[in-house]
């Protein structure tokens, strides 16, 4: 099992930039495929980005493309979205999830989420 916490959300004005992070506990972090996903007001929760096991596959919305990029670091158990060109649609809530499968697959661990907001 893994536990994940999230940071680095916040209030930006759109075309600013963002990272977050996530921590996860566990010795077991490096087996487990890494998500960001977000979930805006009435609308469901997307992955947005996903990266394996070991860094050679990686995953994106069409939303994101371009934009988003996501890291991790096996070393510190850490994973990272970095956000720029923000948009008023990226306001959400997001979520860091853990796999272990692939990025493609259902992703069974899930933070408590963090708010970004992108003002026009």
């Known amino acids: 099992q893994v536990q994940l916490v999230e940071s680095g959300g916040g209030l930006v004005q759109a075309g600013g930039s963002l990272t977050l992070s996530c921590a996860a506990s566990g010795r077991t972090f490096s087996s487990y495929a890494m998500g960001w996903f977000r979930q805006a007001p009435g609308q469901e929760r997307k992955r947005i980005a996903a990266?394996?096991?070991?860094?050679?596959?990686?995953y994106y919305d069409d939303s994101v493309k371009g934009r988003f990029a996501i890291s991790r670091d096996n070393a510190k158990n850490t994973v990272n979205l970095h956000m720029n060109s923000l948009k008023p649609e990226d306001t959400a809530v997001y979520y860091c999830?853990?796999?272990?499968?692939?990025?493609?697959?259902?992703?069974?661990?899930w933070g408590q989420g963090t708010q970004v907001t992108v003002s026009s």
């Open positions: 999830a853990a796999s272990p499968r692939s990025v493609f697959g259902k992703f069974d661990y």
């Open positions: 990266i394996s096991q070991s860094t050679d596959v990686t």
